[in-house]
């Protein structure tokens, strides 16, 4: 059983800053990446940023020099801090988990926390 808790989503204005946060928990060994991704309704679920257990990074083209990723010392968590941000960065975002297996890796998604940005 693995299981990811998200926090930190909410309302703020455009310019303002949020900070989300995702620990993993359970069977959680051989970790191949932790990463964010978000949804905005009638659309598919598209890569925030990711960060693989080496820390090498992805960012989607919109967010970058605005959003940063970044893994707790235990490498069980994930942050996603969330500067200057746009109307257009609302969506629900979605923690993301990838454990190595033969062959490939299973990915396992948090519940998802909304974030809102007003004009």
């Known amino acids: 059983q693995v299981q990811l808790l998200e926090s930190g989503g909410g309302l703020v204005q455009a310019g303002g800053s949020l900070r989300l946060s995702c620990t993993a928990s359970?069977?959680?060994?051989?970790?191949?990446?932790m990463g964010w991704y978000r949804q905005t309704p009638g659309n598919q679920r598209e890569l925030v940023a990711d960060?693989?257990?080496?820390?090498?990074?992805n960012y989607a083209d919109s967010v970058k020099g605005r959003f940063t990723i970044s893994r707790g010392n235990a490498k069980n968590t994930v942050y996603l801090q969330m500067n200057s941000l746009k109307p257009e960065d609302t969506a629900v975002y979605y923690c993301n988990l990838q454990i190595n297996r033969r062959g490939g890796w299973n990915d396992y998604w948090g519940q998802g926390t909304q974030v809102t940005v007003s004009s």
């Open positions: 960060m693989s257990n080496a820390g090498s990074t």
């Open positions: 359970g069977n959680i060994f051989s970790i191949n990446s």
